[in-house]
């Protein structure tokens, strides 16, 4: 069993910067790839941003020069720093991880708003 926790959500004004954290515990040697999705009400749960195992990353256009994902996949955990944060930002954020099967988190909400 693989349980994911998210942290590092929260309100932020508009320009603002946030770093969310997804930390995977229990029985995996190491992710294939892990990823951000976002969902906001009323909308399609989206792609943000993934990265491989060998460290290589890919990002919506609407986030791109914005965020930066990173990774350790000794550990299982990945990160998510966002900078100029904008309203239209605002969502539930879920950590992914790809080990055989997709595994999610719980999700963090993040709220950008002045």
């Known amino acids: 069993q693989v349980h994911l926790v998210e942290s590092g959500g929260g309100l932020v004004q508009p320009g603002g910067s946030l770093r969310l954290s997804c930390a995977a515990s229990?029985?995996?040697?190491?992710?294939?790839?892990m990823a951000w999705y976002r969902q906001a009400p009323g909308k399609q749960r989206e792609l943000v941003a993934i990265?491989?195992?060998?460290?290589?990353?890919d990002y919506a256009d609407s986030v791109k020069g914005r965020f930066t994902i990173s990774g350790d996949s000794a550990k299982n955990t990945v990160w998510l720093q966002m900078n100029s944060l904008k309203p239209e930002d605002t969502a539930v954020y879920y950590c992914?991880?790809?080990?055989?099967?997709?595994?999610w988190g719980q999700g963090t909400q993040v709220t950008v708003s002045s």
């Open positions: 229990g029985s995996i040697d190491s992710f294939w790839n």
């Open positions: 990265i491989t195992n060998g460290g290589g990353t």
């Open positions: 992914k991880l790809a080990w055989y099967r997709d595994y």
